[in-house]
């Protein structure tokens, strides 16, 4: 079974650009998660999909960032414009649905993010 | 809502030494707790999780974790670490018909020759 994906593995750019970041979950999976992980910290969930509606979204800072799920498959997240702060991994997660909480997540090896 | 606290940042240990990482939850209701692992440049691996039942889990890579409610804890144990477990540890809690995680800060073990 493929696990996540997610690319760019790296990226680096300057402060004010834009830069987008791909994830495609495990096939099957109905949920979704972007996390951010700033170096030293543990990740925080920035928005949670569950086919390809948004459940959560309440730590995503709405006016940088975006999101899509088109499909209720792959996902897309975007940041314009990039600020020094948003330097971080950002992982992306699965999980094959959204029930009681008992679901294991799965997550991709990650985007690292350097905002110069 | 819930958090996680895991008080030591960093923890160096002799190979072939057991080590034990601590966590500790608050949360009003009840919940479910995790363990992962990231290895450098990787993305974060289950552990081991308590749902309910048992409260001593054993988990991958001979790691195990012991869930007391009393004292909200859920510390992650090996009896005895090899090199390539040195990595983040990061404990992780859910509450119960909740949906989100909540990660703690993660600590990095160090496991040295």
């Known amino acids: 079974e493929a696990g996540v994906a997610q690319s760019p593995r790296y990226k680096i750019i300057e402060k004010r650009q834009s830069v987008a970041f791909w994830c495609n979950p495990i096939?099957?999976?109905?949920?979704l998660y972007w996390y951010q992980q700033i170096l030293g910290q543990g990740p925080k969930l920035l928005i949670q999909?569950?086919?390809?509606?948004?459940?959560?979204d309440s730590q995503l800072p709405k006016d940088r960032f975006s999101a899509e799920r088109l499909k209720g498959v792959d996902s897309t997240l975007k940041i314009q414009p990039a600020k020094l702060e948003d330097s971080a991994v950002y992982l992306c997660?699965?999980?094959?649905?959204?029930?009681?909480?008992?679901?294991?997540?799965?997550f991709g090896p990650g985007t690292r993010l350097l905002v110069l | 809502a819930q958090s996680v606290t895991q008080l030591d940042s960093q923890v160096p240990v002799f190979e072939e030494a057991p080590v034990e990482l601590r966590c500790n939850y608050s949360?009003?209701?009840?919940?479910?707790l995790f363990w992962y692992v990231q290895y450098p440049n990787q993305g974060l691996q289950l552990l081991l999780k308590?749902?309910?039942?048992?409260?001593l889990v054993k988990g991958i890579n001979g790691f195990e974790a012991e869930f007391n409610k009393s004292q909200t804890s859920f510390h992650l144990r090996k009896p005895s670490v090899h090199i390539s477990d040195t990595a983040e540890y990061f404990c992780?809690?859910?509450?119960?018909?909740?949906?989100?995680?909540?990660f703690g800060p993660g600590t990095r073990l160090s496991v040295l020759p």
């Open positions: 997660a699965s999980s094959f649905r959204l029930t009681s909480g008992r679901e294991t997540q799965y």
């Open positions: 096939s099957g999976h109905a949920t």
């Open positions: 999909f569950q086919n390809n509606g948004v459940v959560d």
């Open positions: 949360s009003s209701v009840s919940v479910y």
């Open positions: 308590y749902l309910s039942g048992s409260t």
């Open positions: 992780a809690v859910r509450e119960n018909y909740g949906q989100n995680f909540v």
